[in-house]
């Protein structure tokens, strides 16, 4: 019985001796091999699995892979190009996207397309903390101005800094445009009613 015993834990010690030194020579073979790098390609390329030796790890962030093109990462608003239709925040499916907007007393330009510009967007906010990255949004904009950029690393501490805010007013300028709107319209409607007053009284 004692010889059994004695003969197993031989055989036990020198299997695990024998993994051990399996072990450390993959380690000092990947070692060897890590002094050649890896170069940093789009998984899309064809040659993408080709590397099966060298350093395989990037330095990040400070080295990055390729993003894809078609990719669907942090969203981004051309203000300048957006005519406010509001149809990106009807489709939304997580209703992430707010907007507000004034009409306008004046001529405020057309889009890069040349549509036409109507409104103001006192409020375009986009809560990249709800949105599901689906991209329904940028397939309904008319004038191509939302769009996902290949930004894809944007940590925030405070989940408040996820809501990120297009516009083409500030606050000062929103309320200046609402009061024209206000008071033009107050305009028309008294010139309707003086009109109409006006109509009334040829009548015999």
Not at 40 to 49: E, R, W
């Amino acid at each position: 019985m004692g010889k059994e015993t004695g003969s197993l834990q031989r055989r036990g010690f020198w299997r695990n001796a024998q993994s051990l030194w399996q072990g450390m020579a993959l380690t000092f073979r990947h070692m060897l091999q890590a002094r050649r790098r890896r170069a940093p390609l789009d998984i899309a390329d064809p040659n993408y699995f080709a590397h099966q030796t060298g350093l395989v790890t990037l330095k990040y962030p400070y080295e990055t892979l390729p993003v894809p093109e078609n990719g669907r990462y942090r969203l981004h608003n051309e203000i300048d190009d957006c005519i406010v239709c509001d149809l990106c925040a009807k489709i939304c499916p997580v209703d992430c996207i707010t907007i507000e907007s004034v009409k306008a007393t004046e001529d405020i330009g057309e889009t890069s397309d040349g549509t036409k510009k109507r409104l103001f967007a006192p409020m375009f906010d986009i809560d990249l903390a709800k949105c599901c990255y689906c991209g329904l949004c940028t397939t309904v904009c008319p004038t191509d101005c939302l769009t996902m950029t290949k930004v894809y690393d944007f940590p925030e501490v405070d989940i408040k800094n996820m809501i990120y805010h297009f516009t083409d007013l500030s606050p000062e300028q929103a309320e200046e445009k609402k009061r024209l709107w206000a008071d033009q319209q107050e305009a028309v409607a008294k010139a309707k009613a003086e009109a109409l007053k006006a109509g009334q009284q040829k009548k015999p």
